[in-house]
């Protein structure tokens, strides 16, 4: 059973929520603040979080931070702040989607089925590895370090640099990413795939104004650029 952890304040929200999830056969564990969701973090294995942003304790965005630090689970973030720089600094921090309230449960329900088709057939015998002596990318552990050091990348960072190295050279333009990593239902917004691709060459660039390995190709789209 796929294990979903709602970290929710307002109990008719995760009630509604909890009812059309459990209704598509999810199992769904809430908590009513953050540090009990890091609690339950800890203690069971969860495939996707939806964490809501204004908690009672601390802030969404500081147990967005503090997953991170351990964990690559997916993670859907709910708030009111709507604006284009919420967006961006939603996902800077780790977030893979954000639904901005009031939402739809139906879209909520629809986006979680269309992770877990996607969970279901990414990458299923994917083999690419990567080693230049600096950067090792090992699609098939997902696995990515710097100079042997393990980096930590969101599930969405992780899967577009692999689509990347998978293409071996090849330019893959931004709407053949977001099928390849979101799916055609996709429906967040067009700069998600830039803000994706800016942390990761933060994460593995040793200068992030001159890319060695996630080159951008002009009116096109971007390639991996690395060499063994």
Same mark, same amino acid.
């Given at each position: 059973?796929?294990?979903?952890?709602?970290?929710?304040?307002?109990?008719?929200? %995760?009630?509604?929520?909890?009812?059309?999830?459990?209704?598509?056969?999810?199992?769904?564990?809430?908590?009513? %603040?953050? +540090?009990?969701? /890091?609690?339950?973090?800890? *203690?069971?294995?969860?495939?996707?979080?939806? +964490?809501? !942003?204004? !908690?009672?304790?601390?802030?969404?965005?500081?147990?967005?931070? $503090? $997953?991170?630090?351990?964990?690559?689970?997916? @993670?859907?973030?709910?708030?009111?702040?709507?604006?284009?720089?919420?967006?961006?600094?939603?996902?800077? @921090?780790?977030?893979?989607?954000?639904?901005?309230?009031?939402?739809?449960?139906?879209?909520?329900?629809?986006?979680?089925? %269309? /992770?877990?088709?996607?969970?279901?057939?990414?990458?299923?015998?994917?083999?690419?590895?990567?080693?230049?002596?600096? +950067?090792?990318?090992?699609?098939?552990? *997902?696995?990515?370090?710097?100079?042997?050091?393990? @980096?930590?990348?969101?599930?969405?960072?992780?899967?577009?640099?692999?689509?990347?190295?998978?293409?071996?050279?090849?330019? +893959?333009? *931004?709407?053949? /990413?977001?099928?390849?990593?979101?799916?055609?239902?996709?429906?967040?917004?067009?700069? =998600?795939?830039?803000?994706?691709?800016?942390?990761? *060459?933060?994460?593995?660039?040793?200068? =992030?104004?001159?890319?060695?390995?996630? !080159? =951008?190709?002009?009116?096109?789209?971007?390639?991996?650029?690395?060499?063994?």
């Amino acid at each position: 059973m796929n294990h979903i952890l709602l970290i929710e304040d307002e109990e008719s929200v %995760a009630t509604v929520i909890k009812g059309y999830l459990e209704k598509e056969g999810y199992s769904v564990h809430c908590a009513p %603040a953050g +540090l009990k969701g /890091l609690d339950l973090l800890n *203690r069971f294995e969860f495939k996707l979080i939806i +964490l809501d !942003l204004m !908690l009672p304790d601390i802030s969404g965005e500081e147990v967005c931070k $503090i $997953i991170r630090q351990s964990s690559d689970v997916h @993670i859907f973030m709910l708030t009111a702040k709507g604006s284009l720089n919420d967006k961006i600094e939603g996902l800077n @921090i780790g977030a893979d989607e954000y639904l901005v309230k009031p939402f739809s449960p139906r879209e909520l329900t629809a986006r979680v089925n %269309a /992770l877990f088709r996607r969970l279901s057939s990414k990458f299923p015998s994917s083999k690419v590895i990567f080693d230049d002596g600096y +950067l090792m990318i090992d699609c098939d552990k *997902r696995s990515i370090r710097v100079l042997e050091q393990e @980096i930590s990348f969101t599930p969405n960072e992780f899967d577009i640099l692999c689509a990347l190295v998978s293409a071996k050279g090849n330019v +893959l333009s *931004r709407e053949q /990413l977001i099928d390849k990593i979101f799916g055609v239902d996709f429906s967040g917004y067009d700069r =998600t795939i830039d803000v994706h691709i800016k942390n990761i *060459r933060k994460k593995i660039e040793i200068d =992030t104004k001159i890319p060695k390995y996630v !080159l =951008t190709v002009m009116k096109a789209g971007y390639k991996f650029g690395g060499e063994k």
